[in-house]
């Protein structure tokens, strides 16, 4: 559409942005995995998280009206950005968000804005018997309005290390014109790709999944060159000999183009 619409009324489409970012990190002994793991929770701890959230919120065009957070021992933290028009009642607590049954090795940032929301969950983690430690990043941001998240996506892959990243965008529902007549889409698009910087996209092979007709776009990046040393946790690439590296490499891209394809390689 190549003018600016004018609605009747409020613009009541739903954008929604979720994402999946992944971090892939060498740790061969059982104590350079969990210092990796330490490493992860003190790097995106809910301060920083908290940041990242409300750089989106100003990015994407809306107001953060409070802001709660936590971190916990021995690792995790929550953050909650919420509104409340009126006094909460207790009883409507869901019960999941007792600290008792919180998952030391799930941090959950959550915000609500005046007309969205966003939450973030990170994933951290590894296996005793795999030399190949992930770090793995939900972002969910879905807005109403004439507002969009895709204005955020540039920043938010560029605020962590991103090997692999899936994308899916959906607008949802209908507003109207003037005269009645519903719109379902009010912005131009074809690809997520196009409303992410070049520079960035030069890093990665892409492809896309798109279902145009009901306004779903889905698009996957898989990072090109994998530079060794940026791979190793506590340890300098030039302490291991040719074919340990070649060997290291490989198993970081086949963690790699599993997570990408969600299939295992045998």
């Known amino acids: 559409m190549e003018k600016k619409l004018t609605l009747y009324g409020f613009n009541n489409l739903t954008k929604t942005l979720s994402f999946n970012i992944y971090d892939v990190c060498y740790a061969k002994s059982e104590t350079e995995q969990k210092d990796y793991i330490a490493y992860i929770d003190e790097q995106y701890n809910s301060e920083r998280l908290t940041k990242i959230l409300c750089d989106v919120t100003e990015m994407i065009g809306a107001t953060v009206l409070n802001i709660s957070k936590q971190d916990y021992e021995p690792q995790g933290a929550s953050v909650n950005v919420l509104i409340a028009e009126k006094e909460l009642d207790e009883n409507a607590v869901d019960p999941s968000c007792n600290r008792g ?17 966003v939450t973030v969950h990170t994933f951290p983690e590894y296996h005793p018997d795999n030399s190949i430690s992930t770090f793995r990043v939900d972002i969910d941001v879905s807005t109403c309005g004439t507002i969009s998240p895709l204005n955020a996506l540039d920043y938010l892959i560029s605020s962590f290390d991103s090997d ?8 949802r529902g209908f507003t109207r014109d003037m005269d009645g007549k519903k719109c379902y889409i009010d912005h131009d698009i074809t690809s997520i790709q196009d409303y992410i910087a070049k520079d960035t996209m030069k890093n990665y092979d892409a492809i896309d999944v798109n279902v145009y007709q009901s ?3 889905h698009t996957k990046m898989l990072i090109k060159e994998i530079n060794l040393q940026n791979y190793l946790f506590n340890k300098d690439v030039y302490e291991l000999s040719p074919k340990q590296r070649l060997d290291i490499t490989d198993s970081l891209r086949r963690e790699m183009i599993e997570i990408f394809s969600g299939m295992n390689i045998y």
């Open 101 to 117: 049954n919180y998952d030391p090795a799930h941090r959950m940032v959550h915000a609500h804005l005046d007309k969205s929301h």
């Open 215 to 217: 306004n779903i776009f």
């Open 164 to 171: 692999i990243i899936t994308i899916d965008y959906r607008v």
